[in-house]
């Protein structure tokens, strides 16, 4: 974690970079990311804080946000305030594309399709690697067990699509993925197989 020149708050995931001068000048507080962080922007109208981040831009004034840029793709899930994804100057050769995303929205920009999304944001479970907590509120089982393999790295698979429609409502703090089946089998009724790659999860699911 960092303080900026101009205030601004930002938490480094491993395995990133973030460059910024030692003094912001000119109209735009500019720097430029590699790989994931968290900014908490300081407010100041004047000076919108724009961040180059692979094929992307994002532009703010003061609020909070987690960004990743992987292979020139780009997330932003906005915790406070609204931000602008855009895409990167260099791109430019024709009208540019660009969406605002308010506070519990996320955007994404796909550098091969070089399409921009919009989305619900999560922005709870995109701080995972800072956090260490996982919240889930009425989420479908299949989406569960995708952002536990997501940010657990292990591979766990559902034996039939009813499993699937399961909702779970739980929080899961610094969780191993042994722990997380437990309550999962626990709450629905459910059998976790475990062979040398993968976890299977096994019952009559839901509804």
């Known amino acids: 974690t960092d303080t900026l020149p101009d205030g601004t708050v930002v938490t480094l995931n491993a395995h990133s970079r973030l460059e910024y001068p030692m003094k912001f000048a000119g109209k735009e507080r500019q720097v430029k990311l590699e790989g994931e962080a968290f900014f908490d922007v300081a407010h100041d109208p004047a000076h919108p804080f724009r961040i180059h981040a692979g094929a992307a831009d994002v532009r703010v004034l003061g609020t909070s946000f987690n960004l990743r840029v992987r292979d020139e793709d780009v997330k932003v899930d906005v915790q406070t305030g609204t931000v602008e994804l855009c895409e990167a100057d260099s791109l430019a050769d024709r009208p540019q594309q660009r969406i605002l995303l308010k506070a519990g929205t996320a955007g994404s920009y796909d550098v091969k399709s070089k399409v921009l999304k919009k989305e619900q944001g ?58 997380a089946l437990e309550v999962i089998a626990a709450t629905f009724n459910l059998e976790i197989i475990r062979d040398e790659k993968h976890y299977t999860v096994k019952g009559n699911g839901c509804n």
């Not at 956090?131 to 536990?148: C, G, Y």
């Not at 009813?162 to 703090?173: D, P």
């Open 122 to 179: 999560e922005v709870e479970n995109a701080l995972f690697w800072k956090t260490k907590t996982l919240v889930f509120r009425n989420q479908p089982l299949q989406q569960v067990v995708a952002q536990l393999n997501a940010v657990l790295g292990d591979s766990i698979q559902l034996e039939n699509p009813a499993i699937g429609r399961c909702a779970l409502s739980t929080t899961f703090e610094n969780p191993s993925i042994a722990a």
